[in-house]
């Protein structure tokens, strides 16, 4: 069957109230969706997409070679079968592929909104997203999958929105960004900020796009570095030297510095630097007790499924934060729950590239 | 009794013939000492210093309120004892702490190298080292003591220079620089080359120091977060938020980073970020094993006691990285030869920071 990939951008004009009391109006969402929606609506799977992801998930743009970042999990008899169940995947207000984020035009004199842009956090991107659910009459959905800041976007759906999903999967992610992350994303916001090229905001995209901008090349090459673990890097590069350069010449490089050098470089051609900053902070001030007592209380709204995913070696949300979730949930004596911690010593990036290590739970987990 | 600080420079005006073919003439090496020479000489400790180290280690200087990096191991009746042994520290080439480097002037017209110093390897590091001591007429010493570079150095020497030491003692470092480690040394100098206060190494040193250079100040950020673990950070700061900041504002931060910006920042005012760039550069190839078969080939030159110390949290020199030299030296039936894994969620700063550790374990290591 085809996978029947549609896009599509929904224009809202009421205020999207955010957390922080500011106003986010008008706003745009762009989704994709894949395979067909049944007559009951019963077969919807949300697919929320991490702080660089997008709307596409799975196919190939007419005229492209790159598939969706999720292309090997997301299609006709894959891990989540677009032949069964209607796929969405919005791309998160904040962000630079379409919905509304700081570079988009403010109302009503259409400039970027730059540095006034509100403060998005993790529970307004999925208010965000619940509210164009309701504009395509959609009201309950079958499950909720993501990973990462994804993870994090099922996991607030869960306690923000009981009755909305069936079943929660959330892999790869935490209940609150711990320092450890925070630091990497502060990081690659100072080098952003303290390249000249960035002008406190006021850059050309244009420019950027054709230049680069250094500053965010060095932020994702500490965020490359926190996505692997000294052991896949090993594995991937151990200590290959360009053939080209001599070990004794001070910019002579290592296999990994080119490769770093090549994605970082890269990655500004592709993003926006306000949508990094906003982001990140989104990611930096998620944490599902806020509002509650405790983790304890906020995980008692949950009335879905809930199953999560950890991966042994990740370094950006280690497994025991998964696992504090899964405890306090047994704590809690909810048996709607699982937890799956996967051996991998690939690192955060495994929920994207070591597939078959969790697509059959993940199979079984939707049924 | 008094730990006996003494701070001594001695010139060289023979060439020093480094690894890459290069000659560095004339040049300087800084040291200081600690305790008393006896008379047969057989009380010599040398201590290797890290990355951003220097020869001060230990004591406090007149007027001044903060003492040396490993003050708290080295002195009277602590790990390393000064009433007993005759500590020697020298600050290594290619650094900024009165030993020759990348700013030191140029003979014959004086002007700094900047890129026109050479690259150092930890091996020539080593021999300089080496050649210091025969100046001093030490012709063997009982000890040579060191983590991270520190501890690369210590290797160095078991292996170039087989009957200058009783014994090495080795901690927090590795047998050859690993990918992540070289990936997070590429953020800091891709940070400062990208900083266009750097002026492609022609900044001036006295603005830099006033003004900061925020390129080595993210770098750096980078640094203290492969310098600590996941565990310690979440101990250390936890989502705790500075106080005066709105959670809602972008630029709002949590303790973490304000850590790594007072840090980074204050970095900049005593590091020099070409001194930065080549030390980096001399870990990043470090490789006990160059010039030889195989890592058990170097090995085998070993006739030194040879004691390794680990620690089981260890980002950026991973504790089996230590395991694989104990384990080529148990292959290779060398009985000389002790491994230690030190119990600790600290990070690689833990040889640093918790002695209490393995202090023990040094001072008997000693007798």
Known sequence: MSLNLQTHTEHFTNPLYLESGRILEPYDIIYETYGELNEDKSNVVVVCHALTGSHHV?????????????????????AIDTDKYFVICSNVIGSCFGSTGPMSPQ????????????????????????????RLNIHRVHAIVGGSMGGMQALQ??????????????????????PWAIAFNKVAQEAI??????????????????????????????????????????????????????LYELFGKFQVESYLEYNGYNFTKWFD??????????????DLSR????????????????????FKNDLLF??????????????????KHSYFDVESDYGHDAFLVELDKFEDYVKETLL
Chains 1, 2 share one sequence.
């Open 193 to 246: 900020l303290k390249d000249p090229e960035f002008k406190q905001g006021y850059y050309d995209p244009e420019i950027l796009k054709e230049q680069g901008l250094s500053g965010m090349a060095v932020g994702r090459m500490a965020g490359h570095i926190s996505f692997l673990s000294h052991e896949s890097m090993r594995e991937k590069f151990g200590r290959e030297y360009k053939l080209t350069d001599g």
């Open 273 to 286: 630097p306000l949508a990094y900053l906003y982001i990140t902070k989104a990611i930096n001030i998620y």
């Open 318 to 335: 280690k497994n025991f934060e998964m696992k504090e979730i899964a405890d306090e949930l047994s704590v809690l004596n909810y048996k």
């Open 291 to 310: 509002g509650f007592d405790s983790l304890k209380e906020a995980l008692k709204r949950i009335t879905a499924e809930i199953h999560l995913i950890s």
């Open 157 to 178: 759906f869960a306690i923000h929105y009981p009755n909305f999903a069936n079943k929660i999967i959330a892999m790869a992610t935490t209940h609150a960004t711990q």
């Open 107 to 134: 109302h009503p004199h259409q400039e970027p909104y730059r540095y006034k842009f509100p403060v998005v956090s993790i529970k307004d991107m999925v208010k965000a997203q619940r509210i164009l659910f309701d």
């Open 58 to 78: 799975a196919g190939t743009y007419e005229g492209e070679t790159k598939a969706g970042w999720w292309d090997g999990f997301i299609g006709s008899k894959k």
